[in-house]
C-alpha cells in the first residue's frame, strides 16, 4: 500500500488539484451571480439581440438604431409569449390546484370500497388490520396530495415571485443594448490591451467551449421541444383538461435529474386505475412509455452528435454540481463538462496530470487523436 501511495501521490495531487480548481470557479460564479444577477442575464440577452442587429448593422443602419430595433423586437417577443402563454399556463395551474382535494377525496373513497369488498369475500379478514390498510391508504394519498399541493404551490409562488427577475431581466435588456452598441469598442480594447495568454485562452474557450454550449442548449431545447410537443398533441387528442399546464409541466421535468415525466404520469395513472377509468389510464400509459422511449433513442444520439458527451457523464456531473451549488450549479454544469473534454482532446489533461507511466500502455489522459497526443507529448518533454 505505501509503494502505491508512493507511486501515485503526483497523480493524486493533479487531480486534487484539478478538481479544487473546478469547484473554486462554481463557487466562485454561483457568489458572482447572486450579486450580479443581471449582468450575466445581459450577456444571454446580448447574444440573442447582437446577430439581427448586426445584419440591419450590414444592410446601412446605424449600430445604434439596429440595436434599438433588435432589442424591440425581442421584448416583444418576450411579452407576447408572457401575456399570451403565461397567462393560459397560470390560469390552468390554479385549476389543477383547486382539483387536488377532490382527487385525494376520490382516492380515499375508492380505497376504503376496495377494503370494503375485500372484508365481505374475506370473512376471516381483522377487522383490526382493515382499519389499518384504511389508514395506511389515507396516509399516502394525502401524502402524495400534499407533495403535488406544494409542486404547484412551488410553480404558483414562482411566478408570484417573478417580480425580483422581471426587475433583473429589465436591467439585463438595458445593459445587453448597451454592449451591443459598444460592442467593437470592446473587442479592440480587449484586442490592444489584454495580454497575448488571456487572448489566446479566450479564443480556445470561444472555439471549443462556447460551441459546445451552444450545442448542448440547443440538443436540450430539442428533446423538450420533442416531449412537450407529444404530450400536448395526445393530451389535447384525449380531450384532458388543463393540457398545454401538463405538458408544460412534463417538458419541466424532463429535464431535470432524477424526476422524469414519470413523477407526473405514474401517480396519474395509478389513480386513474384506481377510480375505473381503465381506457384513459391505459392511453396515458402508452403516452408514458412512448415519450420515454423516444427520449431515451434520441438523448444519446442528439446529445452525443451535437457536443460528444455521453448523457450518464453530463447527467452524473448535473446531479453533482446540483448537491453541492443548486440551480446555479446545475447551469454551469454543462459547462464545465464542455470545458474539461475539450481540455482532454487537447491534450491538456494528459499534460497537466502527471502518473507513473510503467503502470500504462497508454496514459489514461492521452487524447485519441494521434496529432493531439502527439502534440501533448512534445509539450511534455
Known amino acids: 500500500m505505501i509503494e502505491w501511495y508512493k507511486k501515485y501521490w503526483r497523480t493524486a495531487f493533479d487531480i486534487a488539484v484539478l478538481a479544487f480548481t473546478v469547484w473554486l470557479v462554481m463557487y466562485v460564479f454561483s457568489f458572482l451571480y447572486r450579486i450580479a444577477a443581471p449582468v450575466f442575464l445581459s450577456f444571454l440577452v446580448f447574444l440573442i439581440i447582437e446577430p439581427p442587429a448586426r445584419r440591419?448593422?450590414?444592410?446601412?443602419?446605424?449600430?445604434?438604431?439596429?440595436?434599438?430595433?433588435?432589442?424591440?423586437m425581442f421584448i416583444l417577443v418576450i411579452l407576447a409569449v408572457l401575456v399570451g402563454i403565461g397567462y393560459i399556463f397560470a390560469w390552468q395551474i390554479g385549476e389543477l390546484q383547486k382539483s387536488l382535494p377532490g382527487i385525494q377525496a376520490t382516492v380515499q373513497e375508492k380505497a376504503a370500497s376496495?377494503?370494503?369488498?375485500?372484508?365481505?369475500?374475506?370473512?376471516?379478514?381483522?377487522?383490526?388490520?382493515?382499519?389499518?390498510?384504511?389508514?395506511?391508504i389515507a396516509y399516502v394519498t394525502a401524502l402524495?396530495?400534499?407533495?403535488?399541493?406544494?409542486?404547484?404551490?412551488?410553480?404558483?409562488?414562482l411566478f408570484s415571485s417573478l417580480s425580483t427577475f422581471i426587475v433583473q431581466f429589465v436591467i439585463a435588456i438595458v445593459l445587453a443594448y448597451f454592449?451591443?452598441?459598444?460592442?467593437?469598442?470592446?473587442?479592440?480594447?480587449?484586442s490592444e490591451r489584454s495580454p497575448k495568454s488571456l487572448q489566446r485562452a479566450f479564443a480556445f474557450l470561444?472555439?471549443?467551449?462556447?460551441?459546445?454550449?451552444?450545442?448542448?442548449?440547443?440538443?436540450?431545447?430539442?428533446?423538450?421541444?420533442?416531449?412537450?410537443?407529444?404530450?400536448?398533441?395526445?393530451?389535447?387528442?384525449?380531450?384532458?383538461?388543463?393540457a398545454l399546464a401538463i405538458a408544460v409541466i412534463a417538458g419541466i421535468l424532463d429535464v431535470l435529474p432524477l424526476l422524469g415525466i414519470g413523477t407526473l404520469f405514474v401517480p396519474w395513472i395509478g389513480y386513474l386505475f384506481l377510480t375505473g377509468e381503465t381506457s384513459l389510464a391505459l392511453w396515458l400509459t402508452g403516452l408514458f412509455v412512448v415519450v420515454s422511449g423516444v427520449r431515451q433513442i434520441l438523448e444519446p444520439r442528439i446529445t452525443g452528435q451535437k457536443i460528444g458527451v455521453s448523457a450518464f457523464t453530463m447527467l452524473s456531473f448535473m446531479i453533482i454540481s446540483l448537491s453541492l451549488f443548486g440551480?446555479?450549479?446545475?447551469?454551469?454544469?454543462?459547462?464545465l463538462v464542455i470545458l474539461l473534454k475539450a481540455c482532454y482532446?487537447?491534450?491538456?489533461?494528459?499534460?497537466?496530470?502527471?502518473?507513473?507511466?510503467?503502470?500504462?500502455?497508454?496514459?489514461?489522459?492521452?487524447?485519441?487523436d494521434a496529432s493531439a497526443s502527439g502534440n501533448g507529448d512534445a509539450r511534455r518533454e
Do not use: C
Open 327 to 335: 440551480v446555479v450549479g446545475l447551469v454551469l454544469a454543462p459547462v
Open 206 to 242: 470561444r472555439e471549443h467551449v462556447f460551441r459546445g454550449i451552444a450545442a448542448y442548449l440547443k440538443a436540450q431545447a430539442t428533446l423538450i421541444g420533442i416531449t412537450f410537443a407529444i404530450i400536448l398533441a395526445v393530451l389535447s387528442a384525449l380531450g384532458i383538461p388543463n
Open 56 to 72: 440591419l448593422h450590414r444592410l446601412g443602419m446605424r449600430k445604434s438604431v439596429a440595436s434599438a430595433v433588435s432589442t424591440l
Open 114 to 136: 376496495l377494503t370494503a369488498v375485500l372484508q365481505e369475500r374475506l370473512e376471516t379478514l381483522d377487522p383490526a388490520l382493515t382499519d389499518k390498510v384504511n389508514e395506511a
Open 345 to 368: 482532446e487537447h491534450g491538456y489533461l494528459h499534460r497537466w496530470i502527471r502518473f507513473p507511466k510503467e503502470d500504462f500502455a497508454v496514459s489514461p489522459f492521452q487524447p485519441t
Open 144 to 157: 402524495f396530495s400534499r407533495l403535488a399541493a406544494t409542486f404547484l404551490n412551488w410553480f404558483v409562488s
Open 179 to 190: 454592449l451591443s452598441v459598444e460592442i467593437d469598442s470592446w473587442k479592440k480594447i480587449a
